[in-house]
């Protein structure tokens, strides 16, 4: 038996697996401590199914803790030690404008002051040659101004340290003796890779999150003990994989990404039980909406990713150089606020959240959401939100969509509300054609896999906006990232940079660089605490000489030599042709960053498969009012719940399908039915026609 919970912007999701069933929660999110619905809602979880804490064989946790500190800058006094003449890296960043005709755009803010950020004298090649050793008399100095400065955490960033860490590492050495209580991030540990400026970033991020996440996960590990709780606690990494609480709180920049890359581990096993291999995923909360992708039946992986863009656009947050699930997270989720600015509909990305949410939620909102709007379109049930844990005030979202949204623009309230609907529509949209078309892959080809609470309510009018045949909605759909953990496995990578040409000569190098990555995987693995045999993978991120950006490629297993460089040269000229439809066969090619990954095979994995026989506590089917344009406004439409569905039971739209954590629209036209796995596939009716 094993409990996953996953913290959100509005609501915190549990479920709870074992031999007897699944049981799945959903309780609105501690804004002051997000600890207090993890708790909150764990022992609810246990009285619910009967069973003792001690009886739980493991927890699965996936939380925005670090997210939020760095997003709200409620982080640790941080101090930053490079090297001389480096002092403004951080505020320089890079050229590259995100907007490039904004006269007035605004970098991000780093996480540090320049006034904490102190020079030593130092001085490495590119190499990892030493040009100016250390000088340990500036270093006590610097030391010195640290210790005056009450900071919390350091992060040690010199040049050229991932090619060799001796000065790194003889600063910590140092920083120990002095100042022996102090949390220290060396980017050489860290982000040991090239590009000063992210891995500069990578690692005062680290360290600036490091005392929060510190304290909140030893909280969380006192707190389950006391409540009988004493076997292994999870949490999920940025790249789909699980680690102790003990690497999360050496590398918590490790573990931003945590909630959202769950989900994507969710759609990645629910397109395998439905025979996909391309999904765009889906994932709509109260807060954002998060989109993803499998290719050929694998999450896709960035090698590093931004946290806090500026109206979500590429290159305007802090870059974070360390692999993640590939996400576009937009700030449209059920509690973005709708309003007018010069006649028009606008929505988000301001979110009223859990506190004080929707008006409907009945907690003194006061700003129309599309929460509300969804409620007022007759796509919500009031009496049955949350499995009816919540109810919701149909009168109040009315009234507060007709006074700020309606009157304004002359509209009737079903009109207003549509507006909001679409208008939030509009925003996933353009997110999605980035995901897809502008990511090089067609839409047409995809099928699309929809959860969290508001994801199966929208997902279908998305579909059809590119072309999408086929939508699928998993059993458990609104805790869709808490499914996911069940599906994760303890995963390490390392990684490092070396600069060298892919030509017959570089096998021993590359052997080399491979030794070097296993020692460093195995003591990381040491670390976890599991045991069993690792399964292991490479991949190495490379390019054709001369180019600026490069394209991750797996690499083969087995001895490396002569005939390995040229298999890996093979698989390049592959990766880039699908990704760019082109090659260049006789290029030389030019290997940057090098990838080692251990995973640990877990003994028992969720199924998310769901329930495929009709419940005997299903409710009996309904009717009620909703709006679609396509039958000119409100008509009655058949609302069924999906535990009285059957396996090849078919409807057509319009209709509403209801469980306890979400709501599937069913559009006119549309066909849905529950598989042969459980899931509920709807037909969009755009047939693929490539």
């Keep these: ?52 804490a001690n009886l739980i064989d493991g927890v699965l946790h996936g939380t925005t803790v670090a997210t939020n500190a760095i997003i709200e800058r409620k982080g640790a006094a941080t101090a930053l030690i490079t090297t001389s003449g480096f002092r403004d890296i951080l505020l320089i960043g890079r050229q590259k404008r995100y907007e490039t005709y904004d006269l007035y755009m605004n970098k991000p803010a780093p996480l540090v002051r320049r006034r904490d950020i102190f020079e030593i004298e130092e001085r490495m090649a590119f190499d990892g040659a030493v040009l100016t050793p250390l000088d340990a008399v500036v270093l006590d100095a610097v030391i010195d101004q640290i210790i005056e400065g009450g900071y919390e955490a350091i992060a040690v960033a010199l040049l050229h340290s991932y090619a060799n860490p001796a000065h790194e590492r003889a600063v910590r050495e140092r920083l120990h003796e002095r100042v022996p209580d102090i949390l220290i991030s060396l980017s050489s540990d860290v982000s040991p890779k090239f590009r000063e400026y992210e891995r500069t970033s990578t690692t005062v991020a680290n360290s600036y999150i490091k005392p929060v996440v510190t304290r909140y996960v030893g909280h969380l590990q006192e707190a389950l003990g006391a409540r009988g709780f004493r076997n292994d606690l999870f949490i999920m990494q940025s790249n789909g994989g699980l680690i102790s609480p003990d690497f999360a709180r050496e590398y918590p920049i490790r573990i931003v990404e945590s909630g959202p890359a769950a989900g994507v581990l969710m759609c990645r096993d629910v397109a395998a039980e439905e025979g996909v291999d391309q999904v765009i995923t889906f994932d709509m909360g109260g807060t954002t909406a998060k989109l993803g992708a499998i290719d050929d039946g694998a999450p896709a992986i960035m090698p590093s990713f931004e946290v806090d863009p500026i109206h979500y656009k590429a290159g305007s947050g802090l870059p974070i150089s360390l692999p993640a699930v590939e996400l576009l997270e937009i700030g449209a989720g059920g509690g973005s606020i709708a309003r007018t600015e010069m006649g028009i509909i606008q929505v988000g990305p301001e979110s009223a959240g859990a506190e004080p949410g929707p008006i409907c939620y009945g907690h003194g909102g006061t700003r129309p959401t599309v929460t509300d709007a969804n ?42 509300a549509w507006g909001i609907h679409t208008v939030a529509n509009s925003n996933m949209e353009r997110a999605m054609r980035i995901v897809s078309l502008e990511r090089g892959r067609d839409p047409r080809r995809y099928a699309l896999v929809a959860f969290g609470g508001a994801g199966p309510l929208h997902a279908t ?47 021993p190098t590359i052997a080399a660089i491979y030794e070097e990555l296993e020692v460093q995987a195995r003591v990381d693995l040491a670390r976890l605490g599991m045991a069993g045999t690792p399964r ?6 490379l390019r054709y000489a001369g180019q600026g950006y490069e394209v991750r490629t797996d690499l083969p297993d087995g001895d490396i030599d002569g005939a390995y460089v040229a298999r890996a040269a093979e698989m390049f000229h592959g990766a880039y042709e699908r990704q760019y439809r082109y090659r260049d066969q006789g290029a030389a090619i030019e290997a940057v960053d090098w990838y080692l990954v251990a995973s640990l095979p877990v003994a028992h994995r ?3 498969s769901g329930f495929r026989e009709r419940a005997e506590n299903a409710r009996p089917p309904s009717q ?42 069913v559009l006119p036209g549309d066909k849905a039915s529950i598989s042969a796995r459980g899931h509920l596939v709807i037909e969009t009716g755009r047939k693929s026609d490539v």
């Excluded at 549990?14 to 764990?42: H, R």
């Excluded at 292991?536 to 991120?541: D, E, I, K, M, P």
């Design 461 to 507: 009018r998305l579909a059809r906006a590119l072309g999408i045949p086929r939508v699928v909605v998993p059993h458990g759909a609104g805790v869709g990232s808490a499914f996911g953990l069940l599906q994760a496995e303890p995963r390490i990578d390392v990684s490092l940079t070396r600069v060298l040409t892919l030509d017959a000569s570089a096998g």
């Design 536 to 541: 292991w993978s490479r991949f190495a991120y």
């Design 606 to 608: 969720a199924s998310s």
């Design 624 to 665: 009620r009012k909703a709006y679609f344009p396509e039958t000119k406004g409100y008509v009655e439409v058949p609302v069924l719940d999906r535990m009285g569905m059957t396996s090849g039971e078919t409807i057509v739209g319009p209709a509403l399908i209801e469980e306890t954590d979400s709501t599937t629209v």
């Design 1 to 52: 038996m094993r409990a996953a919970f996953d913290i959100g912007g509005t609501f915190t999701d549990f479920v709870l697996q074992g031999d007897e069933g699944t049981l799945t929660l959903k309780i609105p999110t501690s804004q002051a401590d997000p600890a207090e619905a993890v708790l909150a809602g764990f022992q609810r979880m246990l009285e619910d199914a009967d069973v003792a």
């Design 375 to 416: 409620l007022v379109l007759g796509y919500l049930n009031p009496d049955y939100f949350n499995g009816g844990a919540m109810r919701l005030d149909h009168a109040a979202a009315a009234a507060g969509i007709s006074s700020m949204i309606g009157n304004p623009l002359n509209l009737e309230i079903g009109d207003a």
